[in-house]
């Protein structure tokens, strides 16, 4: 009959509901975070959990993997449950979800009795958004029990590489997070990493029972950062003069492989004027989170630290990420470097490597108490981390085929913006590998590196005259070459398993197919070390979604001041400063100088909580004025809500009621809570986990 609508079937209403799902998860962008767009695969992913199913997400860091389970814990009923081993850092990611008005806590070793059981009160009545969750805490009957009594929308498991057998991040609980399945089968699970070989994704998937969830691969190019790697020589004055001319003032992290050389470091530079603190794992509990949260709330800090330091760090506005020593694998590198420039702002990831590094990496896979087969992984990070220091190539093309993924030359690393030459370095590599072979042959011994370039140039030192290698036929055969060049031919004879390391001591020695360069005229084609160059401006203000806002002389004065008024902002609410604005938001921010509500609600990165909290404040910030309120807490909530609207259009209703929502934004608005108490020492930030490593202290009932 005309007029009358045809019956609904389940298909009509499954598509129904997906549609006003995907109107919620859209509004949420918007409304909460201020953002008009998901980015890459976000949209895909959100609307995969939404919809109930699981996935497993590598994207890159600063990619935006934390919107993938915030937005759909935030649209589907429920709290959203996130497990993540960043005790030490659950805190500040707490105060960024309220500064956005989500209603976040987190169950941990570092509260008191009352303070859990509020949280846990909290989450049983459904007054929570989002609840983190350390696994080892997962793992209690009384968490699993809790979970029980209320309603859990969605499992996100974060740094999920830490699963892997062979990760650089092992932590053995995560193992037994197949246990959400198998008790909560309905809830749709998600497992995020930023770094994840093909073959680490699957054992992921099956050591997680994740193998029937959807996979989603983002791209890992992170065309803001420039990778660059030079020869060390006093790598210390190195990194002094890369801070002092590219990075004066800027916030970094620099790594290196021992504590010694960490606290020297951040010696070295606390004399010669630039900032920083050392941060490793025997140090006290109290002095690393008394460091990480400086580093965290303080503007220009460097951290001088091991890899125990730095995942999970979200602040956005690290400029750099220097090694001092060669990491383990491909994987740990990317992952320490791209911890620089999540802002999406220019950035640099520098490394000095030399021969000793190699020399030290290869003895250290030798004493390893793992067994064959882990050797031989050990072994294949490093020969993949060594290509990646050797390549002639683009550095960034051979990142992302590591990976899986393809790329043209970027333009934005050091051998795109001054390309080495390569050469024939056969003579050479005869010379070294005859200098060793008349050793071991000869004189039955074994020397290191700086032994035989000590030979080859013809030093006539007490060691080599004592040895009476003056007399060996090779002496003096190499003066073609310098020093450093000497050592540069080794190093990538190592590199090429043209020699081996053996034993204590770093002793040279030859392999199975030195004897191909000696007897059978194979060809070593190695890398000449340009001239260094610094790298031109221009080649850095590429950036990894929109460029950034480039601000004339009256945008930068204001921008300095907007980031004075943050500081002081962060300060007296007590959390870092990008909790607060974002340096990207606030290069916009000055770059359109706004003068409404409405206009300033239009900018990227300011959602509604946000715009209400801080609106009027920026805006007198941006009139010239100081505001007598450093926080600029905006009386007019509901004007400035309208202001909101009027940026934005009319906002899509998600799953809490328009009432709900006010209360939260009404609570929200007023002092934040204070910070949960430390029984560790009040006053003080809490300690907790990073990434473990063999001197790691676990909190006491986190069962590590």
């Not at 010696?267 to 941060?279: S, T, W």
């Not at 220097?322 to 694998?329: E, G």
């Not at 039955?444 to 140039?457: C, E, N, P, Y």
Request: charged share 25%.
């Amino acid at each position: 009959m005309a007029g009358v609508n045809p019956p609904e079937t389940l298909e009509t209403v499954d598509a129904s509901s997906r549609a006003v799902e995907t109107d919620a998860a859209q509004e949420v962008l918007q409304r909460v975070f201020g953002y008009d767009n998901f980015r890459g695969l976000q949209r895909e992913i959100v609307d995969q959990v939404i919809s109930g199913g699981d996935a497993l997400v590598l994207m890159p860091t600063g990619g935006g993997k934390s919107l993938c389970y915030q937005i759909p814990a935030l649209v589907r009923p429920g709290v959203g449950v996130v497990i993540s081993p960043l005790i030490a850092l659950m805190q500040d990611q707490v105060d960024a979800l309220t500064a956005l008005g989500v209603r976040a806590g987190f169950l941990n070793s570092t509260q008191y009795p009352d303070e859990r059981r509020t949280v846990e009160a909290q989450f049983v009545a459904g007054e929570l958004d989002v609840l983190y969750l350390a696994p080892e805490r997962l793992k209690l009957a009384s968490t699993a029990e809790l979970l029980d009594r209320g309603k859990v929308s969605v499992f996100a498991i974060d740094e999920a590489h830490c699963v892997s057998q062979w990760g650089h991040d092992f932590r053995p609980d995560y193992l037994a997070l197949s246990v959400l399945h198998e008790r909560w089968p309905e809830v749709p699970r998600i497992a995020l990493t930023a770094t994840a070989t093909e073959a680490t994704r699957r054992e992921i998937a099956e050591r997680l029972d994740l193998t029937g969830a959807k996979h989603f691969v983002a791209g890992f190019d992170r065309p803001n950062i420039q990778y660059r790697i030079e020869p060390k020589n006093r790598a210390d004055q190195q990194l002094l003069s890369f801070i002092r001319t590219e990075h004066p003032g800027d916030a970094g992290i620099v790594y290196c492989l021992s504590r010694n050389s960490v606290e020297r470091t951040a010696e070295f530079l606390c004399r010669n004027g630039i900032e920083a603190v050392p941060y490793h794992a025997g140090l006290d509990a109290r002095t690393r989170a008394t460091n990480q949260a400086r580093f965290l709330r303080e503007d220009g800090l460097i951290v001088v630290a091991t890899i125990a330091f730095g995942m999970g760090i979200d602040k956005p506005d690290v400029r750099f990420v220097a090694h001092l020593d060669l990491p383990k694998s491909v994987e740990g590198y990317y992952q320490e470097t791209g911890r620089a420039g999540r802002d999406g702002l220019p950035s640099t990831a520098w490394m000095v490597y030399g021969l000793n590094d190699v020399v030290q990496q290869r003895k250290m896979i030798d004493s390893s108490e793992g067994d064959a087969a882990h050797r031989r992984q050990l072994q294949l990070h490093l020969d993949a981390m060594l290509a990646l220091c050797e390549t002639v190539q683009c550095r960034r093309t051979q990142l992302l085929n590591y990976f899986g993924q393809s790329g043209t030359d970027c333009g934005n690393c050091d051998t795109c913006l001054n390309p080495p030459e390569s050469w024939d370095g056969t003579v050479a590599a005869q010379k070294v590998l005859s200098a060793v072979l008349r050793l071991e042959r000869e004189r039955g011994q074994r020397f290191g590196a700086g032994h035989i370039v000590d030979i080859l140039l013809g030093k006539s030192n007490p060691k080599v005259l004592q040895h009476k290698h003056n007399e060996l036929k090779v002496f003096g055969v190499g003066t073609d070459l310098r020093d450093t060049e000497w050592r540069g031919v080794i190093r990538q004879l190592l590199a090429q398993g043209l020699l081996a390391v053996h034993g204590e001591y770093g002793v040279l020695t030859l392999t199975e197919a030195s004897a191909e360069v000696l007897f059978e005229h194979r060809k070593v084609m190695m890398r000449r070390e340009p001239e260094r160059v610094k790298p031109p401006r221009a080649a850095k203000a590429k950036a990894s979604s929109a460029p950034a806002v480039e601000l004339g002389p009256a945008a930068l004065d204001m921008f300095a001041q907007l980031r004075s008024w943050r500081a002081a902002v962060a300060k007296e609410q007590g959390v870092p400063a990008y909790v607060v604005f974002h340096d990207a938001t606030l290069r916009e921010i000055a770059g359109r100088a706004p003068t409404s509500l409405a206009e300033l609600g239009a900018i990227s990165g300011i959602g509604e909580n946000k715009l209400a909290k801080y609106g009027e404040g920026v805006l007198e910030v941006v009139a010239g004025s100081t505001p007598a309120d450093p926080g600029g807490q905006s009386q007019t909530g509901p004007a400035s809500a309208s202001g909101r609207a009027g940026a934005r259009g009319s906002a899509a209703p998600g799953r809490r009621s328009a009432a709900g929502r006010e209360s939260a934004s009404a609570a929200l608005g007023q002092a934040r809570r204070p910070a949960p108490r430390s029984r560790f020492e009040p006053g003080e930030p809490p300690p907790g986990w990073d990434i473990p490593d063999p001197d790691f202290e676990p909190p006491p009932d986190e069962g590590y």
